[in-house]
């Protein structure tokens, strides 16, 4: 087994897969009446980084072999493509959306910051307990479960801070807190990964080695199972935290761009307030 064959051939087009990305395009266009505007391809984006993270090598070696490969596929699903869906809708669909009382009601509850944040990091490191990870790769109903509940919950995280309804979005103070604060939850994780005991999630310390897969990952790359555990520790640790400063900076850019109302003009008729 060479790097290309496995890369070549760990490819698993599972169909409902294939199929729910279509049909998020095909919803998409439909609810817009075709009529895409540009930030369509973001939308678009994120649907495809969508199916890679689940059908390309990423799952299937992630799944069997290496747990820095699983770990990319979870940044990936609540990291990537729920930011790249949510800056794909155009404020008029989401205003469209939010007519309908029940999505309205919903949005409110749901669009709560503290309520958003607890949703989204406490689903993260309950899938991460060992007992409920281990589980997960061994069932793979659990595991479409675990992938829909990390879709989910991250899409409402970052609906606060992404929302197409602008003057929604939190505020550059609460947005701070609130991604600082993210930052921490998944510094903690990474580093508990990191530097727990070899053996963490016990499904990567010996997997299977069919045509030489695994005799390829340990020799041909020289990943170790300790060093695949620190390297998918690092990732969340490290790397996740990217999307995160690049919502601050977004959200400080917004900040600094709106107007400055001491500096806005005087209405006619209005007296200027006389200095002392």
Do not use: K
């Amino acid at each position: 087994m060479t790097t290309g064959e496995l890369l070549a051939s760990a490819w698993h087009w599972e169909p409902t897969v294939v199929i729910g990305c279509l049909g998020l395009l095909v919803g998409y266009g439909a609810a817009l009446r075709w009529r895409i505007p540009p930030r369509g391809a973001l939308f678009a984006l994120g649907v495809v980084v969508l199916l890679l993270a689940l059908v390309s090598p990423i799952d299937g070696i992630g799944d069997t072999y290496l747990l820095s490969v699983h770990m990319l596929q979870h940044v990936l699903l609540l990291l990537a493509v729920p930011p790249l869906l949510i800056l794909g809708i155009p404020r008029r669909l989401a205003e469209q959306v939010l007519t309908w009382a029940p999505a309205r009601r919903l949005e409110q509850v749901l669009a709560q910051p503290a309520l958003a944040w607890v949703l989204a990091f406490s689903t993260l490191l309950i899938w991460h307990l060992p007992a409920l990870y281990n589980a997960a790769l061994a069932n793979e109903g659990l595991h479409i479960t675990e992938h829909l509940a990390f879709l989910v919950t991250a899409t409402i995280f970052w609906w606060p801070l992404l929302t197409p309804i602008t003057e929604h979005r939190l505020d550059m103070v609460p947005a701070t807190l609130y991604l600082v604060a993210a930052t921490f939850a998944g510094n903690l994780l990474g580093i508990i990964i990191t530097f727990a005991p070899t053996g963490l999630y016990p499904a990567y310390l010996d997997p299977p080695n069919p045509q030489g897969t695994l005799t390829l990952i340990r020799e041909g790359w020289g990943i170790s199972a300790r060093q695949d555990q620190q390297y998918a520790g690092v990732l969340m640790w490290a790397f996740g935290n990217l999307p995160y400063l690049a919502a601050l900076l977004a959200t400080f850019a917004r900040w600094m761009a709106e107007p400055d109302d001491d500096l806005l003009p005087v209405p006619a008729g209005v007296p200027l307030r006389e200095e002392v």
